[in-house]
């Protein structure tokens, strides 16, 4: 069974549960409602736990229970993932071939991801389907997948789809643990919860079984001491609020100094680290003023001048070479022109009767 703890094990008195079992089952079996609920099912009868504190923390307790809660009809669906090559009609045929040969006997609805995300696309459909399961599985290849498909509301009605490994070699034996078990779900927003133990259509030891299962379990596994809880009651979805155990104000102060415990580790953490981090400083400061003054320390070595030499004639003629000839102005050229002109004019044409001319004048 679950080992416990003696500072978190509970005084849980087994003949007031069965007190409180024999008065439950005589209030449903008098009123006409639950005749109508006991051809059917049966009606869930719930553990309603109130605590001294409230959980920082969300967490979730998983409960095996000796007496399974859900019967072989087919009241649990698994979400699969698309298997290669194969279409969602025979997915379904391949997994459901797979449970059976394990040796699973609850009827299980087998819905792949893609099947999902287009049949179940609408709204309506996503109600129908939260309201005809009472339990959700999913492989636990698809588990992160899923919340965006699946929508808020089975988060609000506690029916998210709990994770299974579906290539695991104990298969049935963690199916069947968390098909026939339930779970808690202890929340950080008030200081009660509620968990479903038992359903109308058991017999009284098997409903005293189980609840004192429960409380076993959810002493050993709370986050928080096992001594949190103040009260516990047995109630059905239609009777009153049994009481089953009751705590006393010893346990409070109990709580109270395990609260100042973990506050103290946590500051004595925090100082051993703020002592970390400051030694880490130091030191860091301690190296950079060593080099700092170790670079003052150091006597600059004379290092001789480079005059620079003059550069070769060949780049100066290449560098020359490269300018551009500016162009003529158009006024320079038009003065060149007219004094050729003129000086043309000036000098006479040396002619044959020029020439002949000369020699008889002479």
């Not at 409230?54 to 009809?73: D, M, N, V």
């Not at 698994?78 to 997915?91: H, I, N």
């Not at 949190?228 to 409070?252: C, E, F, G, W």
């Not at 946590?266 to 030191?283: P, Y």
């Amino acid at each position: 069974m679950f080992m416990e703890s003696p500072r978190d094990e509970l005084d849980l008195d087994r003949s007031q549960v069965t007190k409180a079992v024999q008065a439950l089952q005589a209030c449903l079996k008098s009123s006409s409602l639950s005749q109508k609920l006991f051809e059917n099912d049966g009606q869930a009868i719930s553990l309603l736990l109130t605590q001294w504190k409230i959980p920082r923390k969300e967490q979730t307790i998983r409960i095996s229970l000796p007496h399974g809660l859900r019967t072989e009809s087919g009241d649990v669906c698994l979400f699969t993932r698309d298997e290669p090559r194969m279409t969602s009609e025979q997915t379904v045929r391949f997994y459901k071939k797979l449970l059976t040969e394990r040796g699973l006997k609850n009827a299980i609805e087998v819905i792949p991801f893609n099947m999902l995300k287009t049949e179940y696309k609408p709204f309506e459909a996503k109600r129908r389907l939260l309201g005809n399961f009472d339990l959700f599985l999913s492989d636990a290849r698809i588990r992160r997948r899923l919340p965006s498909h699946i929508g808020k509301h089975f988060y609000e009605r506690k029916k998210a789809p709990l994770s299974v490994d579906l290539e695991s070699k104990h298969l049935v034996r963690d199916m069947a643990r968390l098909i026939q078990g339930t779970s808690l779900t202890v929340s950080n927003k008030g200081s009660c919860c509620m968990v479903r133990v038992a359903h109308s259509g058991m017999t009284a030891d098997e409903m005293v079984e189980n609840v004192m299962t429960a409380v076993s379990t959810i002493s050993a596994k709370l986050a928080m001491t096992g001594k949190n809880i103040k009260i516990i009651h047995l109630k059905s979805q239609t009777s009153v609020a049994l009481p089953i155990y009751t705590s006393d104000l010893s346990h409070l102060a109990v709580v109270e100094e395990a609260r100042k415990k973990a506050r103290s580790t946590k500051g004595a953490k925090k100082r051993k680290r703020e002592n970390k981090n400051r030694e880490v400083s130091d030191l860091k400061t301690k190296e950079t003023e060593e080099e700092k003054d170790s670079k003052e320390e150091e006597i600059p070595q004379l290092v001789p001048i480079e005059m620079p030499t003059k550069k070769p004639k060949q780049e100066t003629i290449s560098k020359q070479g490269l300018k551009k000839v500016p162009k003529p102005a158009a006024g320079k050229g038009l003065k060149k022109t007219v004094k050729d002109t003129k000086l043309a004019k000036k000098t006479p044409k040396v002619t044959a009767r020029g020439l002949k001319r000369k020699a008889k004048n002479k």
